[in-house]
Structures are given as C-alpha cells and as structure tokens.
C-alpha cells in the first residue's frame, strides 16, 4: 500500500487534531456502497459504516438527492419556526418506535445529546414522591457530554472529570442486580440493548422484560438507549421489539441519517407529558436539512425492507464466522447486522490490522472481540468478499494456542 500522501496527513494530524483522537490508520477520500478508498486510491470494503452510521452506506442515490434538494431550498431556520421535513421525521420516528399518538419527540444533534435530553427527562420524573436515584448499568457506554458519561458505566472514562451530574448509580447486568437496586426512589433505569462499544455484548436472557415489569411497578422510567442498535440494525426497527416490550422513552442517533448528524429523543405515553416549554431546547436540533436526511434513510429503509435485509443478512454473515477453522474465533454475539466476534487469545486490534492490510473495515473495541457494523444495503457480493478477505486476514494472525 502506498504511503506517499500518508506520511504528510499523519503529522498534519498529530500537530493540529486536538490529543483525544489516536492519529487514524487511513485518510478516506470517498466511498460508494459498501466501499470507500483512501487518499492514495487503495478500495476497502467498510464493514463498519462509521459505527453503525451509514445505513444505506456510502453515496446512497436517495440521500445525496435528498439533502441536494433540501440544502438548495431551506438548510436552516432555528427553533422559531417549523419545517415540514421536521414534523414528517417526527411523526416517522413516533410510528416506528410504536410511541404512536402519545409520542412526542426532542430533535438534537447526536447521541451523547440524546441521552442528555434523557437524562433530563429522568430529573423530571416526580411521579409518586422524591426520585434521586438513576440507575445504569456497568460497562454500558451512553456517550461523553458529562450527563452521558455519568450514565456511562466505564469508571476509566468517567475518572479525569468528576464530579459528574450525581445520583447516577451502576449495577451489573443482571436480573438479579436490577430486582436487588430498583424502588420507588428511583426515576429511571437507562439500558444500551446490545453493548457495542463494550464488544457487542447481549442482555442476559429476560433482562429487558424483567426490566419492564419492574420499572412499571415502582413508576420508574425505561429508558433505552438505541443510538447504536436503532433503525433496523438489529434486523427489527428496535432492539427492544425482540423482547416485545415497549419503552418509556428511547434515544437515536447514528444510522438515522445515514451520515448527517442527529439525534433524537422518543418519548412514550405518560413519559411525553414531562417536559414542558423552554426546559430544554437546541440551535440545530431538527433542522430542515438533517432531517431531510432522516427521512430519506428511514423512508429507503422502509422501501427496500432493509431492516428484514439485516436480519437475513445477519444470520449469513454469522454462518460465515462459525464457518472459519480458526482456533482464534470464540463466540458470536449481538442481532442482525450488528455482530460482536469473541476472540480466544485476544489479538483483536492486531487482527482488525490485519483485515485492513487486506481491505476491510472492521473494528476491536476491546482487545478480545471484533464489531462488524456493515451498511443495512450488504448483499452476495460484499458477504463473498468480506468471507474472503476476512479469512486471509485470521489466517495471517499465528495462534498460540493460549487462551486470552
Ligand atoms: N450511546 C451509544 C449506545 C453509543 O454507541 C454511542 C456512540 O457510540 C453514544 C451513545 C454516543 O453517541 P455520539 O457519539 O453520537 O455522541
């Protein structure tokens, strides 16, 4: 690979990037499909999306024409006023959640705000007495504003910059942690369905059900975090509808406007009745333009059955895993198109180094497991060459035998 233009970028980076990104491995150019290249004209096939971002991937017709029409007409215009490419995404976002007529919705600009628009849902939560009580789980990562990394249940992160918002407490990931913490003292319970960024981590069997019974009984808030899990991903429109349980309020963000960036805040029921005017608000928030983008991706979502696309294409992708005669592959986690790999002997950043080397986009959150994120539009051609490329690249990896 070529490294004529790398070395310029990468000091450029290094003097100018503020100290909280690592200098990136690539500088992109531009990307088509299920497919970038970088500056130097190298292809890779991107199994990530920018984290779960681009749905339709790379240049989507529907997109690009989308925010073209909707930039050259109105881009912005401040929370004063209403546009229809707003109140369409909203009553989108209201119906595919199941909110449905009692829903309302906090247009924001990506998910940490999401979860900060919760967060303050939660403070508003009185039903019944005095709530002071948050709770959250551990290992769960909600976001880095500081109400969302006090939601988030990574001590590391969180450390440098107490004191956070109070009240926040996280508990392990269990039925019995959860029956054990909850009462009425409580004003919400916030939960990521699918740790992503922890390794793609499921809920143990029945947690979100459990969930859901208890926070009705103590009046406590069910808040569901779905910035990364959301939009069809899971190979339903919500993690949640595989437990067939409805939230109280749920935050989006990434993959709802494909590239453009978004938050969002969907309350249900009683839940929409908390806020009242001028307790929260945001200069961009639900701006002509991002949510011209979102109406775009869902609408092609919708169109294309790209939620029942990541469902069937999940299960392949994961026969394609379990199929590799590989000592290094352990389990395979996660729903759909989002998929968690557990490594036995560790080696993930070497082994998503080495996908690189080979062209593919993947990503190791954590040194023992992999995050595939593939745009919701992967078919045949992208599976095939993904198994390929993946294959040279765990056969390049030489294993020890240990287990990590
Ligand atoms: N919540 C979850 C589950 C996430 O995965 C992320 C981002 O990775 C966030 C919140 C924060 O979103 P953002 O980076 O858009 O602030």
């Not at 992109?28 to 190298?42: M, Q, T």
């Not at 004191?163 to 996280?170: D, N, Q, R, W, Y």
């Not at 595939?372 to 390049?396: K, M, N, Q, T, W």
Request: hydrophobic share 40%; net charge negative; with cysteine.
């Amino acid at each position: 690979m070529s490294t004529s233009t790398t070395t310029g970028w990468t000091d450029r980076f290094g003097h100018t990037m503020m100290r909280t990104l690592a200098t990136p491995k690539l500088m992109l150019a531009r990307g088509e499909g299920c497919r970038v290249w970088d500056v130097d004209g190298n292809e890779y096939l991107d199994f990530l999306a920018g984290i779960a971002v681009n749905s339709l991937g790379h240049a989507h017709p529907v997109l690009v024409d989308a925010v073209s029409r909707q930039i050259a007409t109105l881009a912005h215009v401040s929370n004063y006023f209403a546009t229809p490419p707003q109140l369409e995404l909203a009553e989108r976002l209201t119906r595919i959640t199941g909110a449905g007529d009692a829903g309302r919705v906090y247009f924001c600009n990506s998910g940490a705000e999401a979860n900060e628009a919760a967060f303050k849902l939660a403070r508003l939560n009185r039903s019944g007495g005095h709530r002071t009580r948050v709770l959250a789980l551990n290992n769960a990562f909600h976001g880095r504003t500081m109400g969302s990394l006090a939601l988030t249940g990574k001590p590391p992160m969180r450390e440098a910059f107490e004191p956070l918002p109070a009240g926040v407490e996280h508990i392990d990931t269990t039925i019995e942690a959860l029956e054990a913490a909850i009462d009425d003292r409580v004003a919400a319970l916030f939960v990521e369905p699918i740790k992503g960024e922890a390794g793609v981590l499921d809920l143990p069997d029945g947690f979100l059900k459990r969930a859901r019974e208890l926070t009705e009984q103590h009046g406590v808030l069910l808040i569901i975090d779905e910035i990364q899990t959301g939009v069809g991903r899971t190979g339903r429109w919500f993690a949640y509808e595989h437990a067939g349980i409805l939230p109280d309020a749920v935050t989006v963000a990434k993959g709802i406007a494909g590239g453009v960036p978004i938050g969002a805040l969907v309350t249900f029921g009683w839940a929409s009745e908390l806020f009242s005017q001028g307790q929260h608000g945001s200069t961009f928030g639900g701006n002509p333009l991002a949510t011209a983008a979102g109406n775009a991706v869902l609408g092609e979502i919708e169109r294309a059955d790209l939620v029942g696309n990541a469902e069937r294409r999940g299960e392949e992708l994961r026969a394609i895993i379990r199929g590799y005669d590989s000592p290094l592959i352990g389990d395979v986690r996660g729903q759909g198109l989002l998929v968690g790999i557990g490594l036995t002997e560790g080696e993930a950043h070497r082994l998503s180094d080495a996908a690189l080397a080979n062209g593919l986009i993947i990503n190791a959150p954590n040194e023992s497991s992999i995050r595939l994120a593939p745009p919701l539009i992967v078919g045949d051609d992208e599976l095939a060459e993904f198994r390929e490329r993946f294959g040279r690249a765990l056969a390049s990896i030489p294993t020890t035998g240990k287990k990590s």
